[in-house]
């Protein structure tokens, strides 16, 4: 992290997704492409950007790979249900290119799977836009995975909230997009400070074709009376059930299913954006 703070980031789409590149490309006023994203790079102007940092708990007999858990960062996001779901499970489709997306994406509509848990998440406090040299990563304000959620005056406990019961799709976001495609949380910045948490607790199969098909693209999901948007700096996920019934996907990697903590550290990299 020390080295991620004082050396900038120059961000080229070559991967799937590519959602930071696009939000870059989307910040810079920018088309999305290769040739855009290098003469952004070849400007040499630099933005910060929030990291984040996530907590999970190993899974049982897990000594390595995914399932190994322990702190990890973030700069993209964390989705559980079916957001994560359709990320691990299309792996299977990888020879189709991006279009993988699309093919999982039908598969689990037609499966639709309902998850239980709770999400326990922390309002923003208002932040000034960082400097723009970073500093090292501050100690975390939560508890350890594992223990009780504690507060530490009036004003603290009062910045937290609740949500538990049916969970069909839970996708946390740093940034305004995704994927090239997918501008999932319109308004977030490279380092405001804050996640968007894009929830959705009851929907038809219909209902999820359509945001599939255009909203989630066009960014008008946000309109939808199913879609619930919540700005956090910090939250604890508690999936209920035993045996683990799906996944969690942490920027695009299957990292150990169970409780998950993340908090938002403002500014604690940067990449070359205008």
């Given at each position: 992290m020390e080295v991620l703070a004082h050396l900038p980031l120059g961000v080229l789409p070559g991967g799937t997704g590519n959602g930071l590149a696009k939000s870059v490309l989307f910040t810079s006023g920018e088309d999305y492409g290769v040739c855009q994203a290098a003469f952004v790079i070849a400007q040499g102007v630099r933005q910060p950007l929030d990291i984040a940092a996530v907590d999970t708990q190993p899974e049982p007999e897990a000594r390595s790979g995914p399932g190994r858990?322990?702190?990890?960062?973030?700069?993209?996001?964390?989705?559980?249900?079916?957001?994560?779901?359709?990320?691990?499970?299309s792996e299977l489709y990888r020879w189709a290119g991006?279009?993988?997306?699309?093919?999982?994406?039908?598969?689990?509509?037609?499966?639709?799977?309902?998850?239980?848990?709770?999400?326990?998440?922390?309002?923003?406090?208002?932040?000034?836009?960082?400097?723009?040299?970073?500093?090292?990563l501050p100690e975390s304000t939560l508890p350890?995975?594992?223990?009780?959620?504690?507060?530490?005056?009036?004003s603290e406990k009062s910045r937290w909230r609740s949500l538990e019961g049916d969970f069909q799709l839970l996708w946390a976001c740093n940034t305004s997009h995704a994927a090239y495609d997918m501008h999932q949380c319109p308004g977030n910045i490279l380092a405001g400070g804050r996640w968007k948490?894009?929830?959705?607790?009851?929907?038809?199969?219909?209902?999820?074709?359509?945001?599939?098909?255009?909203?989630?693209?066009?960014?008008?999901?946000?309109?939808?009376?199913?879609?619930?948007?919540?700005?956090?700096?910090?939250?604890?996920l508690v999936p209920h059930g035993v045996p683990p019934p799906g996944v969690l996907s942490l920027d695009g990697e299957r990292v150990p299913y169970g409780e998950v903590q993340v908090e938002v550290h403002q500014g604690m990299a940067q990449v070359f954006c205008l």
């Open positions: 858990g322990g702190r990890m960062y973030s700069f993209l996001s964390l989705s559980w249900a079916m957001i994560a779901d359709v990320d691990i499970e991006p279009a993988r997306f699309s093919v999982g994406g039908i598969v689990r509509m037609v499966n639709l799977r309902t998850y239980q848990g709770i999400l326990h998440y922390r309002l923003p406090a208002q932040l000034e836009q960082p400097d723009r040299e970073p500093s090292l350890k995975l594992g223990e009780p959620l504690s507060f530490g005056d009036a948490i894009l929830v959705v607790q009851q929907m038809s199969r219909l209902q999820f074709l359509s945001l599939f098909t255009g909203a989630l693209e066009a960014g008008t999901h946000i309109n939808h009376p199913n879609v619930t948007m919540l700005d956090v700096d910090a939250f604890r």
